[in-house]
């Protein structure tokens, strides 16, 4: 069953662009979408999301548009961003625990996640290093436990050991069921993780394909 349809989505502004995207995303796949910085998976994301409008084109997640119905699809979907930002002046457990109250999320699911990131609640956001920012977002995004997780530049910042932490707690959301939609710039994380790719050029989608032909044509 397919989580994710997109249909020859196009997104034109400033000097962003992606044209004609068309991808599935199975249930309880991992599905990777890599690319060359600015090759157009931020903004593809974004759109995705109804954070920017599509100029052309269609999606649905969860059989719900994108448009239409963005704010039913949010409540289902945990996002990291390439980039995290908070208000600096905010301590990490104020900003999760304000999370977590809209979806009555137990305390004990945010002391364990913390705890398996060596996540730091007590301090305040302006004095994290940008990797604790990042573990911060993912904390965040895996909080209220979403069917599906669309994960930005997924592991930028985090040191390799952390790196593999956050690769083991995805792979343990994927049995409980989650999809799992990133992009990279990395192929080696896409080898790790994936079950299929698409690869992205300059905003227009090159190829969609399983991760071991892509190895294979590597």
Do not use: W
Request: hydrophobic content about 40%; some cysteine; overall charge neutral.
């Amino acid at each position: 069953m397919g989580i994710v349809h997109v249909n020859g989505l196009t997104k034109m502004y400033k000097n962003h662009r992606v044209e004609h995207v068309t991808f599935s995303i199975e249930e309880g796949e991992i599905f990777g979408f890599i690319g060359p910085n600015g090759a157009g998976k931020s903004t593809t994301i974004r759109t995705l999301l109804n954070f920017i409008y599509p100029t052309s084109g269609s999606a649905t997640i969860f059989g719900k548009d994108i448009v239409k119905d963005a704010k039913e699809i949010r409540r289902h979907v945990g996002y990291l961003p390439s980039e995290v930002h908070y208000y600096d002046d905010m301590k990490v457990i104020d900003l999760l625990m304000y999370s977590g109250a809209f979806y009555k999320v137990s305390d004990r699911r945010l002391k364990q996640l913390a705890e398996r990131l060596d996540l730091d609640m007590h301090k305040k956001i302006e004095d994290l290093s940008f990797g604790n920012r990042k573990k911060a977002g993912i904390v965040q995004a895996l909080l209220h436990e979403p069917k599906l997780l669309i994960l930005d530049e997924l592991t930028g910042g985090l040191d390799p050991l952390m790196q593999h932490t956050f690769f083991e707690l995805l792979l343990e959301e994927r049995k409980k069921g989650v999809t799992i939609f990133f992009s990279s710039h990395i192929l080696s994380e896409v080898q790790k993780l994936c079950d299929r790719v698409a690869i992205i050029k300059e905003g227009k989608l090159i190829q969609v394909e399983t991760v071991e032909h892509l190895i294979v044509r590597k």
